[in-house]
């Protein structure tokens, strides 16, 4: 089993840019596809990127296609959101997921195995 811890949230400016880390402990890392996800207030939890186990296959979700950058270190059992160009609809809890369903990688939460506790990013105008 898998534990994931998120930091690198906080407040910004639109046009900003923030870097998520997610660190992994307690499995073997390379073994997980993983994801970053994020629920807004009042909305649902939405896919923003997910990157495969050794990193050849990278997704992303439309809105932030050209902003943000997914990657992952499996030495450092690390995955990080590089996030620039903040808007303030990008506000939301982020949180980063494995998955051993899938190898390379999935836009569907349920897939995900483990989950973080989340890491808040406040974006204003």
């Known amino acids: 089993q898998v534990s994931l811890v998120e930091s690198g949230g906080g407040l910004a400016q639109a046009g900003d840019s923030l870097r998520l880390t997610c660190v992994a402990s307690?499995?073997?890392?390379?073994?997980?596809?993983m994801g970053w996800f994020r629920q807004a207030p009042g909305k649902e939890r939405e896919f923003v990127a997910s990157?495969?186990?050794?990193?050849?296959?990278?997704r992303y979700t439309d809105s932030v296609k050209g902003r943000f950058i997914i990657s992952r270190d499996n030495a450092k059992a690390t995955v990080w959101l590089q996030m620039n160009a903040l808007k303030p609809e990008d506000t939301a809890v982020y949180y980063c997921a494995a998955t051993t369903v899938s190898n390379s990688g999935s836009y569907y939460a349920h897939e995900y195995n483990y989950w973080g506790q989340g890491t808040q990013v406040t974006v204003s105008s």
């Open positions: 307690g499995g073997i890392f390379s073994r997980y596809a």
């Open positions: 990157i495969g186990r050794v990193s050849y296959t990278l």
